[in-house]
């Protein structure tokens, strides 16, 4: 088992670790912006999850972490104003890619989702799919 060294910035750890996975992302990114939702690596449909409100017109909405962006898409596609704000350039890249091809926009942000640039309460809903708990102290 690969730990992380608790002598290097966990940040760092992070950045690298999401980078050196980003292709592995990138090779699932078309079908999880194209398809109906579906959660963690069994694929479960939102619909037996039930995640995301029933209606989210209008909402703003963060994605803490959001990688490729997929759940941004998703929320957009149910009439959300997302934003999505993730450390791995190379994951914001293909976010961006995926925008581009299915002509679905919102704001990318490379920052860190343990301090990022927006006020407190300036979103209605706040999502992290791969859940916080993994990526931050």
């Known amino acids: 088992m690969n730990l992380p060294d608790p002598n290097r910035d966990y940040v760092a750890q992070n950045l690298e670790s999401w980078t050196n996975n980003a292709g592995f992302f ?27 409100p029933a209606d989210v ?13 997929y759940v941004s898409a998703w929320l957009a596609q149910r009439g959300a104003k997302p934003v999505g704000i993730d450390l791995t350039p190379a994951q914001l890249d293909t976010a961006r890619q995926m925008q ?8 990318l942000f ?12 300036s979103a209605d809903f706040v999502i992290s799919e791969y859940g916080a708990s993994i990526w931050c102290d």
């Open 26 to 52: 990138a090779e699932s990114a078309d079908r999880e912006w194209s398809g109906d939702p579906t959660w963690g690596c069994f694929l479960v449909p939102e619909s037996e999850v039930g995640m995301i």
């Open 57 to 69: 017109s209008g909402l703003d909405v963060i994605e803490l972490g959001c990688g490729t962006a």
């Open 100 to 107: 581009d091809k299915y002509d679905i926009h919102f704001p």
């Open 110 to 121: 490379e920052g860190n989702a343990e301090a990022t640039p927006f006020d407190d309460a």
